[in-house]
């Protein structure tokens, strides 16, 4: 009682040193979809390869439309809960597009079929992400954003990380029904839009802005660009995302580099998601302490640690628990502290556009980024691009150090 | 709200659940007309009994078993050994093998010996596609798919392995050899191979080039880590018994997965479309030089094996009911 009396007396709309009941639920939402949606993720290049007997090789052709069809919709997601002032019904409609789809994949038995229904469900997460952000930092008090997001990102990679145990439990439990596998994703997907629709408040205001209720437009979303402090946000979220590679090239590199055995290799990922978990929220807390841009320019420094360690690769295994450690760390000083970072620029009733542009941005950038390592990779071999994007990494962390710091934080 | 939510939930998943075990514990029985299984060894130097990974539902599903070759539909002998891709020339085989596990499933290739006990084996970084064992034995080839980072990005590029089983030497990745296309190096950071076939000299083979959303037969040398492009829209190549074609499946529209089972001559470069009418999903393996065999999905996760002549007449016929990868002892592999 104590706690939150001394929360509300500084304005901290309900949450002092506690993370918003808000927060909570959509970590749960986020925890329980990414447990449905990584069963699929984990199942799939068996049930595609070995259950149907496809060839999966066209669906990294279409990757490149879904890369630009997921940007604008995350855009548009962001942009009608604004205007709508519902980023929950919004956010309801991505979690409820995604839920659908699982059933679909029990109908679905072609390569063409399975990857629409892939496309959907990443519809779903493109329209979700943005007015989901927008409600965790609506929910948070300023000082408190970074370990809101802390919060919400540990609670997500933890449902990324179930999501693979309960598929292949299932799998070994029903003799590889992957159907099983899917029914059960599906029921998974449906109780996260049950808790979403339950226990996050349907309006949440923004604490320190209760006054300005301002209309909404296009317009108005695209004035944020002319602000000077999200714009530089946005310049520096891009220019580094222009170089940083992409993960399927860091595990190729490790691979390569590191040495790790074919066996070895499906694991790397789990890696580097168990430290973004771990370190997730102490990374929020220290951005809210020292200040987000501070600790997420110190994140790419981490990732340039990672690319340096890559170049170096000294013979020990030890070098590839640091380089995942480092990605791993990475993520956790970049992913949600971007998010609070903007959250601090942006003002309430435009919180959602602000989080899609940034965001956009950012995805888009690093889809460039992987079109152009891969090309380097093969024309000047991994050691030439990965010293390329290195460098390109350092003058990048340089440029957004000075633009940072150019604004008044 | 919520309790009823997980009750509702929890029931509707748990009778998927039950209903998989179900019929998971189904498919383990044998079928009525299904066929017939006997106990003893299997070996590859059995004269005239081919050797096929047995797809019908039953407890022998994905078993490697002998049959007569002049009775493919008679009694099964079970070798107790599993495979997901299976071949084998001259008295190597080599076997692609998944397992579940907690986090990921792991997938390996095992090298048998005409026992078919393993001699060694190696890790793979993806799920198993397809594999070939040269004439003479000593070369090992297999394509795995491997996955995306993230369910964000579906995303499978293969990654094709050449073993050289006498010196145990292993080229990992196709892609690091040379491709030359019309005598210029081929660079291109979304290059895959896959299928590959071998000729009999122990040196030349035949693979699947995809770059660009177009595929090329390639001709490559494994000692020369060289490759280069022949021809258009070729996937799946199988080198006849006497080196002079090619059986493959050709894409018949960009984009869909329906491909039509094709030879192709290697002196003349001319293309003969087989009497086989359905999409063929499959690297066809030749029983003589007149016939090849494939496989045609037949529902419930089995198989049948199809053959048909290689000069493009006659009709398909079927030679056998759940089963994959045949491999005739002598037939296409030995010394004729």
């Given at each position: 009682m104590?706690?939150?009396?001394?929360?509300?007396?500084?304005?901290g709309?309900?949450?002092g040193?506690?993370?918003a009941?808000?927060?909570l639920?959509?970590?749960?939402?986020?925890?329980i979809?990414?447990?449905?949606?990584?069963?699929?993720?984990?199942?799939?290049?068996?049930?595609?390869?070995?259950?149907?007997?496809?060839s999966?090789?066209?669906?990294?052709?279409?990757?490149?439309?879904?890369?630009?069809?997921?940007?604008?919709?995350?855009?548009?997601?962001?942009?009608?809960?604004?205007?709508?002032r519902g980023?929950?019904?919004?956010?309801?409609?991505g979690?409820?597009?995604?839920?659908?789809?699982?059933?679909?994949?029990?109908?679905?038995?072609t390569?063409?079929?399975?990857?629409?229904?892939?496309?959907?469900?990443?519809?779903?997460?493109?329209?979700?992400?943005?007015?989901?952000?927008?409600?965790?930092?609506?929910?948070?008090?300023?000082?408190?954003q970074?370990?809101?997001?802390g919060?919400?990102?540990?609670?997500?990679?933890c449902?990324?990380l179930?999501g693979?145990?309960a598929?292949?439990?299932?799998?070994?439990g029903?003799?590889?029904?992957?159907d099983a596998?899917?029914g059960?994703?599906?029921?998974?997907?449906?109780?996260?839009v049950?808790?979403?629709?339950?226990?996050?408040?349907?309006?949440v205001?923004p604490?320190?802005?209760?006054?300005?209720?301002?209309?909404?437009?296009l317009?108005?979303?695209?004035?944020?660009?002319?602000?000077?402090?999200?714009r530089?946000?946005?310049?520096?979220?891009?220019?580094?995302?222009?170089?940083?590679?992409?993960?399927?090239?860091?595990y190729?590199?490790?691979?390569?580099?590191?040495?790790?055995?074919?066996?070895?290799?499906?694991?790397?990922?789990?890696?580097?998601?168990a430290?973004f978990?771990?370190?997730?929220?102490?990374?929020?807390?220290l951005?809210?302490?020292?200040?987000?841009?501070?600790v997420?320019l110190?994140?790419h420094?981490?990732?340039?640690g990672?690319y340096?360690?890559?170049?170096?690769?000294?013979?020990?295994?030890v070098?590839?628990?640091?380089?995942?450690?480092?990605?791993g760390?990475?993520?956790?000083?970049?992913?949600?502290?971007?998010?609070?970072?903007?959250?601090?620029?942006?003002?309430?009733?435009l919180?959602?556009?602000?989080?899609?542009?940034?965001?956009?941005g950012?995805?888009l950038?690093r889809?460039v980024?992987?079109?152009?390592?891969?090309?380097?990779?093969t024309?000047?071999?991994?050691?030439t691009?990965l010293?390329g994007?290195?460098?390109?990494?350092?003058?990048?962390?340089?440029?957004?150090?000075?633009?940072?710091r150019?604004v008044?934080? | 709200?919520?309790?009823?939510?997980?009750?509702?939930?929890?029931g509707?998943?748990?009778?998927?659940?039950?209903?998989?075990v179900?019929r998971?514990?189904?498919a383990?029985?044998?079928?009525?007309?299904?066929?017939?299984f006997?106990?003893?060894?299997?070996?590859?130097?059995?004269?005239?009994?081919?050797?096929?990974?047995?797809?019908?539902?039953?407890?022998?599903r994905?078993?490697l078993v002998?049959?007569?070759?002049?009775?493919?539909?008679?009694?099964?002998?079970v070798s107790?050994v599993?495979?997901?891709?299976?071949?084998?020339a001259?008295?190597?085989g080599?076997?692609?093998?998944?397992?579940?596990g907690?986090?990921?499933?792991?997938?390996?290739?095992?090298?048998?010996?005409?026992?078919?006990?393993?001699?060694?084996t190696?890790?793979?970084?993806?799920?198993?596609s397809?594999?070939?064992?040269?004439?003479s034995?000593?070369?090992?080839?297999?394509?795995?798919f491997?996955?995306?980072?993230?369910?964000?990005?579906?995303?499978?590029?293969?990654?094709?392995s050449?073993?050289?089983?006498?010196s145990?030497?292993?080229a990992?990745?196709?892609?690091d050899?040379?491709?030359?296309?019309?005598?210029?190096?081929?660079?291109?950071?979304?290059?895959?191979?896959?299928g590959?076939t071998?000729?009999?000299?122990?040196?030349?083979?035949?693979?699947?080039?995809?770059?660009?959303?177009?595929?090329?037969?390639?001709?490559?040398?494994?000692r020369?880590?060289?490759?280069t492009?022949?021809h258009?829209?070729?996937?799946?190549?199988?080198?006849?018994?006497d080196?002079?074609?090619?059986a493959?499946?050709?894409?018949?529209m960009n984009?869909?997965?329906?491909?039509?089972?094709?030879?192709l001559?290697?002196?003349?470069?001319r293309?003969?479309?087989?009497a086989?009418?359905?999409?063929?999903?499959?690297q066809?393996?030749?029983?003589?030089?007149?016939t090849v065999?494939?496989?045609?999905?037949a529902?419930?996760?089995?198989t049948?094996?199809?053959?048909?002549?290689?000069?493009?007449?006659g009709?398909p016929?079927?030679?056998?009911?759940?089963?994959?990868?045949?491999?005739?002892?002598?037939?296409?592999?030995?010394p004729?």
């Amino acid at each position: 009682m104590y706690l939150e009396e001394r929360a509300a007396a500084r304005g901290g709309g309900g949450a002092g040193r506690r993370v918003a009941p808000a927060v909570l639920a959509l970590g749960a939402v986020s925890l329980i979809t990414d447990v449905s949606s990584e069963m699929v993720t984990a199942v799939l290049p068996l049930y595609l390869v070995v259950g149907l007997g496809l060839s999966p090789l066209g669906f990294g052709v279409l990757d490149g439309i879904y890369n630009g069809v997921s940007a604008f919709v995350q855009l548009a997601g962001g942009h009608v809960a604004d205007r709508a002032r519902g980023h929950k019904a919004v956010a309801g409609v991505g979690y409820g597009l995604s839920a659908v789809c699982k059933p679909l994949l029990l109908l679905v038995h072609t390569v063409g079929g399975i990857g629409a229904v892939l496309a959907l469900d990443r519809t779903g997460k493109g329209l979700r992400t943005a007015p989901r952000d927008a409600l965790i930092s609506l929910a948070s008090p300023v000082g408190g954003q970074g370990r809101a997001f802390g919060v919400h990102r540990a609670m997500d990679t933890c449902g990324a990380l179930l999501g693979p145990v309960a598929a292949f439990g299932i799998l070994a439990g029903t003799a590889d029904s992957y159907d099983a596998v899917f029914g059960v994703s599906g029921c998974v997907a449906v109780l996260g839009v049950v808790v979403l629709v339950l226990f996050v408040p349907g309006r949440v205001r923004p604490p320190a802005e209760r006054t300005s209720v301002r209309r909404v437009d296009l317009r108005t979303a695209l004035g944020l660009l002319r602000q000077s402090r999200l714009r530089a946000l946005a310049v520096c979220a891009v220019l580094l995302g222009l170089t940083t590679v992409s993960d399927a090239f860091v595990y190729l590199l490790l691979q390569r580099r590191g040495g790790v055995g074919d066996g070895w290799f499906p694991l790397l990922p789990l890696g580097t998601a168990a430290t973004f978990l771990v370190l997730a929220v102490p990374a929020g807390l220290l951005a809210d302490r020292v200040g987000r841009r501070g600790v997420f320019l110190a994140g790419h420094g981490l990732l340039l640690g990672a690319y340096g360690l890559l170049l170096w690769a000294p013979g020990t295994v030890v070098f590839v628990y640091a380089v995942l450690l480092l990605h791993g760390a990475f993520y956790a000083a970049t992913d949600g502290v971007l998010s609070a970072a903007v959250a601090d620029v942006v003002p309430g009733e435009l919180r959602g556009s602000g989080l899609a542009l940034v965001g956009t941005g950012r995805a888009l950038a690093r889809f460039v980024c992987s079109l152009g390592f891969g090309a380097a990779w093969t024309w000047w071999g991994d050691g030439t691009a990965l010293a390329g994007c290195a460098v390109g990494l350092g003058v990048s962390a340089v440029v957004a150090g000075a633009v940072l710091r150019g604004v008044a934080a | 709200m919520l309790v009823v939510a997980v009750v509702v939930l929890g029931g509707v998943a748990a009778g998927f659940v039950l209903y998989a075990v179900g019929r998971a514990q189904d498919a383990n029985r044998p079928r009525a007309g299904g066929p017939a299984f006997a106990a003893g060894t299997v070996a590859l130097t059995d004269a005239g009994r081919m050797v096929v990974r047995s797809t019908a539902p039953g407890p022998h599903r994905d078993e490697l078993v002998s049959v007569p070759a002049g009775d493919p539909d008679g009694v099964r002998t079970v070798s107790g050994v599993r495979c997901e891709r299976w071949h084998a020339a001259a008295g190597t085989g080599v076997c692609l093998q998944t397992e579940a596990g907690i986090l990921k499933p792991t997938h390996r290739a095992r090298i048998l010996d005409a026992r078919l006990r393993t001699v060694r084996t190696y890790d793979l970084a993806g799920v198993p596609s397809r594999a070939r064992v040269s004439p003479s034995g000593r070369f090992v080839a297999w394509t795995v798919f491997v996955s995306g980072e993230s369910y964000s990005s579906a995303y499978f590029t293969t990654r094709t392995s050449v073993l050289d089983t006498r010196s145990g030497k292993l080229a990992k990745n196709l892609e690091d050899f040379t491709v030359v296309r019309d005598g210029k190096r081929v660079r291109a950071a979304d290059a895959n191979f896959w299928g590959v076939t071998f000729a009999k000299d122990d040196d030349t083979f035949y693979a699947t080039f995809n770059t660009a959303r177009r595929t090329y037969l390639v001709r490559g040398s494994v000692r020369e880590r060289r490759m280069t492009t022949l021809h258009e829209n070729v996937e799946c190549p199988s080198l006849s018994p006497d080196g002079t074609r090619i059986a493959y499946k050709k894409r018949v529209m960009n984009g869909a997965s329906l491909w039509r089972e094709h030879v192709l001559d290697l002196r003349t470069m001319r293309e003969t479309p087989l009497a086989e009418r359905r999409s063929v999903d499959d690297q066809a393996v030749w029983l003589d030089n007149d016939t090849v065999a494939y496989a045609i999905p037949a529902g419930d996760r089995s198989t049948d094996l199809w053959t048909t002549r290689a000069d493009g007449s006659g009709k398909p016929r079927k030679l056998m009911t759940g089963a994959f990868n045949p491999v005739l002892r002598g037939s296409p592999a030995g010394p004729r």
